[in-house]
C-alpha cells in the first residue's frame, strides 16, 4: 500500500536534486563575510564591558585604595586577597616605609584570581572611592593557574602625566577628604623632589605571599 503511495520523482528532482546543495553554497560567495578575524583584529567590546580590574590613583600618582576591604566582603566568588597596611610619614632615613595614598591606609596586597572570578562586578559596586574599576580588556586565559593571579603591581594603573611614582607625601596643605573632592590636579614639585630624593631606598614591589 506504502509503495503504491509512493509518487514518483519530478524529472527536475531526479536529475538536479543530487547537487542541489551547491545551489547553497553557491549563494553564500556573494554574501558579505561574517568571519571575525580574532585574535589578529579583536572586536570592541560595549563600553560598560566588566574585563579586567583596574586600581586607580590619584592625579598625583598616589593610591585611591584606602584599605576598607568591601571589594573582597562583596565578592561572592572569593576571588580578592587584600591586605592593609598603615601609611608612614616617617623619614625614609628613620625607617618609615612611605606613603603610598591618601588618609590613613593603603593597600599592600592586592590579587584578584581571575580562575575564580565572574566578572560580575560586584566589587566596584561596593567600592566607595573607586579604587577599583573595570576596564574592557578581556584576554584572560593563559597556561598556568599562577598566571590568572594577577598581583596589585599587575592591577595598578599606570602612571599618567603629572603623576609621581609613590610612596610620596600627599599635596602640601590638602587632606584626605580634598583628594576625593577632585582638588589634586597633579604633583607638585615637593612631591616631585621627595620622590627623587628616595630613589634606591625603596622598594615598592609588591611583597611574596602564596596564591590564594
Ligand atoms: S567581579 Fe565579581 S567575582 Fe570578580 S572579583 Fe569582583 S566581585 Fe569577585
Not at 579586567?52 to 598616589?62: A, E, K, Y
Not at 559596586?125 to 578581556?138: D, G, I, S, V
Amino acid at each position: 500500500m506504502a509503495d503504491e503511495m509512493r509518487r514518483e520523482p519530478t524529472f527536475f528532482a531526479k536529475h538536479f536534486g543530487p547537487v542541489g546543495g551547491f545551489g547553497i553554497t553557491f549563494k553564500q560567495q556573494f554574501k558579505k563575510v561574517i568571519t571575525e578575524e580574532y585574535p589578529e583584529q579583536p572586536r570592541p567590546t560595549q563600553p560598560r564591558f566588566h574585563g579586567r580590574h583596574q586600581l586607580n590613583r590619584h592625579p598625583d600618582g598616589l593610591e585611591k585604595w584606602v584599605g576598607c576591604e568591601l571589594c573582597a566582603w562583596a565578592c561572592p566568588a572569593d576571588a580578592i586577597l587584600v591586605e592593609g597596611a598603615g601609611n608612614d610619614d616617617t623619614p625614609l632615613e628613620e625607617g618609615g616605609t612611605g606613603r603610598f595614598s591618601p588618609g590613613e591606609r593603603y593597600g599592600r596586597i592586592y590579587q584578584i584570581n581571575y580562575l575564580r572570578c565572574i566578572l560580575c562586578g560586584l566589587c566596584i559596586e561596593a567600592c566607595p572611592t573607586r579604587a577599583l574599576t573595570m576596564t574592557n580588556f578581556y584576554e584572560l586565559a593563559d597556561d598556568t593557574r599562577g598566571k590568572l593571579i594577577y598581583t596589585k603591581e599587575q592591577l595598578l594603573a599606570p602612571l599618567e602625566e603629572g603623576m609621581v611614582r609613590p610612596p610620596h607625601p600627599m599635596v602640601a596643605g590638602m587632606k584626605e577628604r580634598d583628594y576625593y573632592q577632585g582638588k589634586v590636579s597633579g604633583a607638585t614639585e615637593d612631591q616631585r623632589t621627595y620622590a627623587e630624593s628616595i630613589q634606591g631606598h625603596t622598594d615598592t614591589d609588591e611583597p611574596e605571599v602564596e596564591a590564594s
